[in-house]
Nanobody, 121 residues
């Protein structure tokens, strides 16, 4: 079971990025998928998640209206579209898989390596 996040980079404030979370060894649509981010010295923060039960999506208040989580089951990939990026969105972003849709990391069993997102002018 492996998850791999990709798509990060260095962008300017106001720009957009799309992160991808690809799975191998299991079907992503059997799990709820969460996106989390972490900066040094701070706890991992739940950003968005999508339920495997009914496709419901949940967002942190800090990103609601700017970020969109979606899944492509045919590609076994979940995406995080990030618009109107701000410097405070700078972090390492991780995707994770679990059986309970939540923005709390404790509910996730599988984690991938993160991808760095840096928002700076």
């Amino acid at each position: 079971v492996q998850l791999q996040a990709s798509g990060g980079g260095l962008v300017q404030p106001g720009d957009s990025l799309r992160l991808s979370c690809a799975a191998s060894g299991f079907a992503l649509d059997d799990y709820s998928i969460g996106w989390f981010r972490q900066v040094p010295g701070k706890e991992r923060e739940g950003v968005a998640c999508i339920s495997h039960r009914d496709g419901s999506t949940y967002y942190a208040a800090s990103v609601k209206g700017r970020f969109t989580i979606s899944r492509d089951n045919a590609k076994n990939t979940v995406y995080l579209r990030m618009n109107s990026l701000k410097p405070e969105d700078t972090a390492v972003y991780y995707c994770s898989a679990g059986l309970i849709p939540s923005l709390r990391a404790v509910y996730y069993d599988y984690w991938g390596r993160g991808t760095q997102v840096t928002v700076s002018s």
